[in-house]
Structures are given as structure tokens and as C-alpha cells.
């Protein structure tokens, strides 16, 4: 009984480590996440580390640190690397959609519709 009870205990503490290995904390900004990917060694884990990074920011509707942290990749790393570009793309559409929706409410407020 008691080999049993720690063998699940076991199991469950290494599937707890192994599912914790893979997820990255979102950095509270874009400089703090630039910071903390140079001290990765290689350029495709520093891009790999700000991408995840810039999709946190995209996920938090943090639309503008996305856009920066996907073109800091772009500008300092790899020049062509895609998905910044179309983290880029998204983010920058979900601003517009934002500006035209507070550009219509606005609208609406002024002339009553």
C-alpha cells in the first residue's frame, strides 16, 4: 500500500515538472523580455524565447508589445523569420479593429446614433 501511494506520488510530481518545463512566464514588458532572452546562447533560442514572449503580449491584448517584441526579432535576429511576421500582421489588424471601434463609438456619441 505505502509503495503504491508513493509511487503515484511520484508520478504525479514528475508529470507536474514536465508539464511546467515547456510554459515561459509573460515578461512585464518588452525591454524586461529583450533582457532576459540574451541570456540564451544560441539566435534560435533567443527568437524562439521572444516569439513565445510576443504571443503572451498578442494573447494579453497587449497588441503594441507584441508588435515590438516581433520586430525586435526581425530587426536584431532573423530578417525573415515568419512567424514575427504574421504575429505582426494579427496584432497590427487587431489595433486597427480597435481604432476603428473607438472611432465609431465616438461617432456615435457626437451625433446620436
Known amino acids: ?6 509511487l503515484g506520488m511520484v508520478i504525479c510530481l514528475s508529470c507536474g515538472m514536465l508539464l511546467s518545463a515547456g510554459c515561459t512566464k509573460k515578461s512585464a514588458s518588452v ?3 529583450i533582457q532576459n532572452s540574451q541570456s540564451l546562447k544560441t539566435i534560435q533560442e533567443k527568437a524562439d524565447y ?3 514572449q510576443a504571443e503572451a503580449f498578442y494573447n494579453s491584448k497587449q ?3 507584441a508588435i515590438e517584441t516581433a520586430q525586435y526579432v526581425l530587426n536584431n535576429l532573423d530578417k525573415n523569420l515568419q512567424p514575427a511576421k504574421d504575429l505582426i500582421e494579427k496584432a497590427k489588424a487587431q489595433l486597427q479593429a480597435a481604432a476603428q471601434k473607438a472611432v465609431g463609438d465616438v461617432s456615435n456619441k457626437l451625433f446620436g446614433k
Open 1 to 6: 500500500m505505502k509503495k503504491t501511494l508513493l
Open 31 to 33: 525591454n524586461e523580455t
Open 50 to 52: 521572444l516569439i513565445k
Open 63 to 65: 497588441f503594441q508589445q
